[in-house]
């Protein structure tokens, strides 16, 4: 962790112990460590070579190199495929199923930095296509998921603004693959 990023992600480990049960939490953090797993797993395999991970209250961010277009397209779809696996263990670990299954659903999303819109963004450069296409995609994702948030705060009395926040002001800590 960079000297910027660490009391953030002081102040975001003591809210998350303060909010979370333990259980929930341990259940997050091996579901989130299976995620990464499965993107430095794949890009091993693919011949990258990852040179630095950094962690922090947005997530991991893996530095890498020697990677096709194609590979590189994979390696981002690797976490959430990891993450989906963990339902396999739904009967025996229920928690960190379902865990992963959020965090992998959540990463799918077509906003960059995370995982769905990294990829969108590639397959839509790897398509010739332009930069305005990539906003109006992500703009759209945007208004889509600010909308489910008031339905769902509507009907369950949830809300989940904060959440929407947080995405909308994240920042990338270093380059992505």
Request: overall charge positive.
């Amino acid at each position: 962790m960079g000297d910027k990023q660490t009391p953030v992600t002081i102040i975001f480990i003591v809210i998350m112990l303060l909010t979370l049960p333990l259980r929930w939490l341990g259940a997050a953090l091996i579901a989130a460590t299976i995620h990464e797993a499965g993107h430095y797993l794949s890009v091993r395999f693919l011949g990258g070579t990852v040179h630095n991970m950094k962690v922090g209250p947005a997530g991991a961010v893996m530095e890498v190199s020697g990677l096709t277009e194609r590979a590189e397209l994979i390696c981002l779809l690797a976490g959430p495929a990891a993450g989906f696996m963990t339902i396999l263990f739904i009967n025996r670990v229920p928690l960190m199923a379902l865990c992963g299954a959020i965090q992998s659903i959540y990463n799918l999303l077509p906003i960059h930095p995370l995982d769905g819109g990294r990829a969108m963004r590639l397959i839509i450069q790897m398509l010739g296509g332009e930069y305005k296409h990539i906003l109006i995609i992500e703009y759209t994702a945007i208004a889509i998921l600010l909308l489910l948030c008031v339905l769902i705060r509507v009907h369950y009395g949830i809300s989940l603004f904060l959440f929407i926040i947080i995405l909308l002001f994240r920042k990338t800590p270093c380059k992505h693959y």
